[in-house]
Nanobody, 126 residues
Framework: QVQLVESGGGLVQAGGSLRLSCAASGRFFSSYDMGWFRQAPGKEREFVAAINWSGGSTSYADSVKGRFTISRDNAKNTVYLQMSSLKPEDTAVYYC???WGRGVVFTTTRSAFDYWGQGTQVTVSS
């Protein structure tokens, strides 16, 4: 069982930056692939970024490539999402997610993730 708690959301002007954190409890964090997803009002939850269990592989949605960076610190059981050059269309609730990764093909499919946080609101003003 993995419990996830996001933090770091808030209100920022367009062009600004924010860093989201996701603290995980439970054992074997270093064996889990981690992902960030977001959901804007009236829209489906969509993939943003993911990192595999070892940190050796990452994946990004085209809409955030070059602006967002996902990283993890297995010693702290934490995954981060550094967001830069933020745009109003990045406004959404951002969710952290986890799935077992060691020995499993790295995938970013939303349905593959078993554990979810409660979300943190990011609002980008124009």
């Amino acid at each position: 069982q993995v419990q996830l708690v996001e933090s770091g959301g808030g209100l920022v002007q367009a062009g600004g930056s924010l860093r989201l954190s996701c603290a995980a409890s439970g054992r074997f964090f270093s064996s889990y692939d981690m992902g960030w997803f977001r959901q804007a009002p009236g829209k489906e939850r969509e993939f943003v970024a993911a990192i595999n269990w070892s940190g050796g592989s990452t994946s990004y949605a085209d809409s955030v490539k070059g602006r967002f960076t996902i990283s993890r610190d297995n010693a702290k059981n934490t995954v981060y999402l550094q967001m830069s050059s933020l745009k109003p269309e990045d406004t959404a609730v951002y969710y952290c997610a986890a799935k077992w990764g060691r020995g499993v093909v790295f995938t970013t499919t939303r349905s593959a993730f078993d554990y979810w946080g409660q979300g943190t609101q990011v609002t980008v003003s124009s």
